[in-house]
């Protein structure tokens, strides 16, 4: 399961680490390129002298950004012929109703909730590494 990249966007520290930790000890041994806001995020999507290393095989986003909030970084991907198809997971601690339905308006492939304990938490990032980096065929990158 390691071969394909993970691009985790989160601004709280102990969120990111938290999620890097929960993929360690479930084996998910993917690399995991780390955004800390929302405008970083974008710059690694699409600026020019990173995009020979290709997309992500999943883009795990938070909603509550500082400089570009998740949904506008969804919006975003979303809109761009060659991110249009990345999977993208909202993983996020906001309970809003209005959250939920934006995302899945804007093309979110998942929204899951963090939960508080590190067990449940570690048992939800086993769950998404399993299905969307080994089960999950994605469709082929578009072309050039």
Partial sequence: ????????????????????????????????????????ALTMLFGDENRDQGNPALILL?????????????????????????????????????DLRAAYDLGANGYVRKPVSFSEFSEAVHTVGLFWLLLNQPPPDPPP
């Fill in 62 to 98: 938070d909603l509550k950004m500082p400089k570009v909030d998740g949904l506008e970084v969804l919006r975003r991907i979303r809109a761009d012929q060659r991110t249009r198809v990345v999977p993208v997971l909202v993983l996020t601690s906001s309970k809003e109703e209005e």
């Fill in 1 to 40: 399961m390691n071969d394909k990249q993970i691009m985790l966007i989160e601004d709280n520290p102990d969120d990111r680490d938290l999620t890097i930790r929960a993929f360690r000890k479930n084996n998910v041994l993917n690399p995991v390129t780390v955004a800390s806001n929302g405008a970083e």
